[in-house]
């Protein structure tokens, strides 16, 4: 089991900034992908970011590459998704989770293990 806990959402106005955490933890947990998710109110989940432990990252869609940044502190355990000139759209949801699949990033079904998301509201 891996257990994800995520924190850092809250309310912001457009253009601000917000970095969230996942704190994660349990067996093995450094040989999963950690990615980030959002769901939009009314939305499907879409696919954010992913790293690794060893630090391969990327970065989609197209919407946020040069506003979001994905890293981790192996020290701490912990993955972060930097949050920059955010906008209204950006509002949603935003979950961790860890899979083994490089090649399932953008399912969501890929997925072994869930944080319990935490949220983003973006005012305009």
């Known amino acids: 089991q891996v257990q994800l806990v995520e924190s850092g959402g809250g309310l912001v106005q457009a253009g601000g900034s917000l970095r969230l955490s996942c704190v994660v933890s349990?067996?093995?947990?450094?040989?999963?992908?950690m990615g980030w998710l959002r769901q939009a109110p009314g939305k499907e989940r879409e696919f954010v970011a992913a790293?690794?432990?060893?630090?391969?990252?990327?970065v989609e869609p197209d919407s946020v590459k040069g506003r979001f940044t994905v890293s981790k502190d192996n020290a701490k355990n912990t993955v972060y998704l930097e949050m920059n000139s955010l906008k209204p759209e950006d509002t949603a949801i935003y979950y961790c989770?860890?899979?083994?699949?490089?090649?399932?990033?953008?399912?969501?079904?890929?997925?072994?293990?869930w944080g319990q998301g935490t949220q983003v509201t973006v005012s305009s």
């Open positions: 790293i690794t432990w060893s630090g391969v990252a990327t």
């Open positions: 989770a860890a899979t083994r699949n490089w090649g399932r990033l953008r399912d969501e079904h890929g997925y072994d293990f």
């Open positions: 349990g067996r093995a947990f450094r040989n999963y992908i």
